[in-house]
């Protein structure tokens, strides 16, 4: 077990590295320059450019720049934003990351409590109009786009009827619109997921075993086929655990939600490099760190993961 945990968080560790190396030499390929944008309208001259540049290191080889990131970040430091002068980058990240974790903590909530009972009642009433409606509705929220179910939530709820705010989070109110958003894909998701593992499982012989014993149907279903069937879906939620943080960009946008996706897509406008990076790296990191917890689990319970 020790062995294939050194395994795995070695690989983690070159995952990390080769994903903040391709993200440092795109950011190095990317049009513009950070510098006009932040001097802006002023008159420079180009020495006063060549300056700046000296002292962001941007006159540095592209190689010496990425040592001294790189070296920076193993100490902790994520740097200061070019844009934002004097903001540490560290502030703006976990400020952001504070904001797009409560989104997605509260749209996980609501459709994983809507769509496994949904999925799980779609299996059981297995071809009625229940689980054609509700399959039909899961096909639909995994087809179409978040952003354009945003926009016509914003045309509707805003601006015809004038229910909600079309932007922000400076009220209660303005949770809503993104949080259901979010929430129509994940339940999307995990009812199509939730409805045929519960098929699959109703087909198993200890169910048609308890079923024989006289066991209640309702017991049935809730002690041997929800419990068994939800053990793929928990391994699909923790997976989506890993993104949490990295799906919600174009609803942020849409929305204006001052979160992590908006400061990403900002930072990428404005070719604030260091945030851009700093951002990559910290989703990669979850990611990595989400996979290697769920693959020890498995290693855990099942021997022959390790042995592969």
């Not at 929220?141 to 939530?153: K, Q, R, S």
């Not at 699959?200 to 149907?217: C, I, N, W």
């Amino acid at each position: 077990m020790l062995t294939y945990l050194i395994q795995r968080l070695l690989q983690g560790v070159i995952v990390i590295f080769l994903v903040s190396l391709l993200t440092f030499i795109v950011m190095q390929l990317a049009p513009g320059d950070p510098v006009r944008l932040l001097v802006g309208e002023a008159y420079v001259t180009p020495e006063q450019l060549d300056a700046i540049r000296d002292k962001w290191g941007l006159n540095d080889p592209w190689y010496i720049q990425y040592w001294t990131w790189i070296t920076n970040l193993a100490q902790g430091d994520l740097g200061t934003s070019i844009i934002r002068q004097g903001v540490p980058i560290s502030d703006m990240v976990r400020e952001a990351a504070g904001m797009t974790l409560r989104l997605n903590i509260l749209s996980f909530v609501i459709a994983t409590c809507i769509a496994i009972p949904v999925g799980v009642t779609a299996a059981i009433k297995r071809y009625s109009w229940f689980d054609y409606g509700s399959m039909l509705g899961s096909t639909l929220g995994v087809a179409v786009p978040n952003y354009w179910i945003g926009l016509m939530a914003i045309v509707i709820f805003s601006v015809q009827l004038g229910w909600l705010p079309p932007y922000g989070a400076d009220s209660l109110k303005g949770y809503i619109l993104p949080v259901i958003v979010l929430a129509i894909e994940e339940m999307a998701a995990l009812a199509r997921l939730t409805r045929g593992a519960t098929i699959e499982v109703m087909s198993q012989d200890f169910v048609t075993t308890a079923r024989a014993k006289g066991l209640a149907p309702k017991l049935v279903i809730v002690r041997h086929v929800v419990r068994n069937a939800l053990l793929p879906v928990i391994t699909i939620i923790g997976y989506r655990i890993a993104f949490i943080l990295s799906g919600t960009i174009v609803v942020e946008t849409v929305f204006a939600w001052p979160g992590l996706g908006r400061l990403f897509y900002n930072s990428i406008q404005s070719h604030d490099f260091q945030v851009v990076q700093a951002i990559v790296i910290l989703l990669t990191v979850i990611v990595v760190v989400m996979n290697i917890l769920t693959d020890l689990t498995y290693a855990f319970i099942d021997p022959r993961v390790r042995v592969r």
